[in-house]
C-alpha cells in the first residue's frame, strides 16, 4: 500500500491531525485546546535529522552509507589479508 517509510509517516501524521481536530476541542479549557492545536501543528511537520546542516538524513540515505562503507572496509579487509 504505502511505497515507503517517509509515505507510511506522513499518512499517520495526517491521522493524528485528523484525530486531534475530530476531538471535542470546544469543551476543553483553554490550555487543553492549545496544547491540541500545539500537537496538530507538530504533526504537519515531519521529524528529521539533518547530516551537518546540509541535507536530511532520511532512513534510505543512511542505509547508502552503511552499504558503501561496509563494501569499503570489506575491499580494506581482503587488501590486508
Given at each position: ?10 499518512s ?7 484525530a ?37 538524513f ?16 570489506s ?7
Amino acid at each position: 500500500m504505502y511505497t515507503s517509510k517517509s509515505e507510511k509517516l506522513l499518512s499517520e501524521s495526517k491521522g493524528i491531525t485528523d484525530a486531534v481536530y475530530e476531538c471535542p476541542w470546544y469543551d476543553l479549557s483553554p490550555n487543553e485546546a492549545r496544547s491540541l492545536m500545539i500537537i496538530m501543528l507538530r504533526a504537519r511537520i515531519p521529524l528529521h535529522i539533518t547530516a551537518g546542516k546540509f541535507c536530511p538524513f532520511s532512513h534510505n540515505l543512511f542505509s547508502n552509507i552503511l552499504k558503501t562503507s561496509m563494501s569499503y572496509l570489506s575491499v580494506l579487509y581482503a587488501t590486508n589479508s
